[in-house]
């Protein structure tokens, strides 16, 4: 089955503490983003990937960090994670910038 | 830069109404066009999306849009929701040019009631 899968689903976390969300598709795509999505606000682009080794900033990427090792995978480095870090955030894999993004389940987490 | 404008952030509906949620955008260009739906407590699901060709679209459980290059828009219609559509919808573009990005509106929250 065609999926993005990100984890942890939930996290509650505290200011400082270095953590790390994985995003894995197994859609052989080569396009990759992360993006946050807050009330009022809509989905917000952190950063994405559109290769191995080919990572640029989205919108929103301050206090972020990410990789792209391999192409199945694209994790989300929070390395001082703040509480207005708290949010849900989404993995979307495609098959290239433009076209339909498939998401993850999304990741919810709380900085306190 | 473009943008994705949804004028409603909150729609109420009975069961059996008709739905219409409004997407604007700004660019000059050519663009592919998405609707998104969310349900509460899942991720992001693909409606219906628009690249070329009829500009009315239809999508997953009766859900169809309209493409009005003249107005900028791509509003989402439906002649008849169910309390099951009570979700939140995301309105979204790509410039039709190169590797450009998915811009998302700020989403429109639809609850039906019984």
């Known amino acids: 089955e065609a999926q993005v899968t990100q984890n942890p689903r939930y996290l509650i976390t505290v200011t400082g503490k270095k953590l790390t969300v994985t995003c894995s598709q197994n859609?052989?795509?080569?396009?990759m983003s992360w993006y946050r999505q807050d009330p009022g606000l809509g989905l917000r682009q952190i950063y994405y990937?559109?290769?191995?080794?080919?990572?640029d900033k989205g919108d929103v990427p301050e206090g972020y960090k990410v990789s792209r090792k391999e192409k199945r995978n694209f994790p989300l480095i929070l390395e001082s994670p703040s509480p207005n870090q708290t949010s849900l955030y989404f993995c979307?894999?495609?098959?290239?910038?433009?076209?339909?993004?498939?998401f993850g389940q999304g990741t919810r987490l709380t900085v306190v | 830069a473009q943008s994705v404008s949804q004028h409603n952030h909150h729609v109420i509906l009975s069961e059996a109404a008709s739905l219409e949620l409004g997407c604007n955008y700004s660019?000059?260009?050519?663009?592919?066009l998405f609707w998104y739906v969310q349900y509460p407590g899942q991720h992001l699901q693909l409606l219906l999306k628009?690249?070329?060709?009829?500009?009315l679209v239809k999508g997953i459980k009766g859900f169809e849009a309209e493409f009005i290059k003249s107005k900028f828009s791509f509003n989402l219609r439906k002649p008849s929701v169910q309390w099951s559509d009570t979700a939140e919808y995301f309105c979204a573009l790509t410039r039709n040019s190169g590797n450009t990005p998915l811009v998302f509106g700020k989403g429109t929250r639809l609850s039906v009631i019984a």
């Open positions: 990937s559109m290769n191995v080794e080919v990572t």
């Open positions: 628009y690249f070329s060709g009829d500009p």
């Open positions: 660019y000059g260009g050519t663009v592919n």
């Open positions: 979307a894999s495609s098959p290239n910038r433009g076209r339909v993004a498939f």
């Open positions: 859609m052989n795509h080569e396009y």
